[in-house]
């Protein structure tokens, strides 16, 4: 995939449409048949068709292992599910209790996301998926009950509903590198070609330094997420709510009004994560290269040992 930023946003905008739910098993297959097909398109497989068979196989697919991902875990899933628990984060926020279970809830869909799109080239053991999302759950769950006591104190509504928010990032600062600690114990894996769908490639080693910088990107990239989607709809929602009260519009209490409310500040939501994730899912290549000479010293010296003609290495930052 080029390292365009613009032609990373067009890709993923088109990955992340929630249209490819839809597709059939039998969809899914074909898609794969055509993209592990060599020598096209061809007479009988047109360029759009290889164009659809490699959008729809992104979408739903492991990059490495080639296997259909669950559907909560697949890119096409990204944009209803982030919907749909954000809403729910912002909707159920005004005790601790509600923003415990929901932290719960949105650590619990962002740890499996990251296990179902992790590199598989650096497997995880079940015990260190299992301390990743209990110790993400534990600290998202403790930064939230802690910070809506502090809310509970403030004048201004506003600062509950920014808890979600807050609560959020401190949970990916953790859920990332946990889910992922492979990255930066083992490093992730080098190639000597590129990580093509349906290709294939050698590995070279792994590199450290390469793991923490592609961590650092994936953890920017979620928070980067997070703030128009989380902060956003809140302050919109706090200005209507202010411009109803001062024309004496109690919206709440009517008993078709909350519902309304509830729906509204959904569907703004929605077209925030719409926008939103494809932009910050492109803000950095997650197929890259790089030059041997910038990788650390005893990763250079094996690579020009035992491949000596290799001058640039391939990796995949993960999402």
Not at 116 to 139: D, I, K
């Amino acid at each position: 995939m080029s390292s365009s930023f613009g032609e990373r946003y067009s890709y993923f905008k088109q990955v992340l449409s929630p249209i490819w739910l839809f597709k059939s098993e039998k969809e899914l297959q074909l898609a794969k048949e055509i993209v592990n097909t060599p020598g096209v398109p061809n007479e009988r497989v047109s360029v759009a068709d290889v164009k659809w068979a490699r959008t729809l196989y992104a979408s739903a697919f492991h990059p490495d292992t080639g296997q259909v991902n669950p559907l909560i875990g697949r890119m096409s899933f990204q944009i209803p599910g982030n919907t749909i628990v954000t809403a729910l984060m912002l909707t159920f926020y005004r005790s601790p209790l509600q923003q415990v279970s929901m932290q719960f809830i949105n650590q619990s869909f962002m740890a499996f996301c990251n296990y179902t799109n992790r590199n598989a080239q650096a497997p995880l053991s079940n015990q260190q998926v299992l301390l990743g999302y209990l110790s993400a759950t534990g600290t998202a769950v403790g930064v939230s009950f802690q910070l809506s006591r502090v809310a509970a104190k403030a004048t201004n509504p506003l600062m509950a509903k920014l808890v979600p928010f807050v609560a959020v990032c401190a949970g990916n600062m953790v859920n990332v590198p946990l889910m992922r600690q492979q990255d930066f114990l083992e490093g992730i894996p080098v190639n000597d070609s590129p990580l093509e769908q349906g290709g294939g490639s050698n590995r070279l080693g792994q590199s450290r330094q390469l793991g923490v910088m592609c961590l650092a990107q994936v953890v920017a990239t979620r928070i980067s997420a997070a703030i128009p989607i989380m902060v956003l709809p809140p302050l919109v929602m706090n200005y209507l709510n202010k411009s109803a009260e001062r024309r004496n519009i109690q919206v709440h209490k009517k008993s078709f009004g909350r519902p309304l409310w509830v729906l509204f500040e959904a569907s703004l939501i929605g077209v925030c994560t719409y926008m939103v994730l494809p932009l910050a899912v492109a803000l950095f290549p997650q197929h890259s290269s790089i030059s041997i000479d910038k990788l650390e010293r005893p990763l250079h010296r094996q690579i020009k040992e035992t491949h000596p003609n290799v001058q640039v290495v391939y990796y995949n930052k993960g999402l």
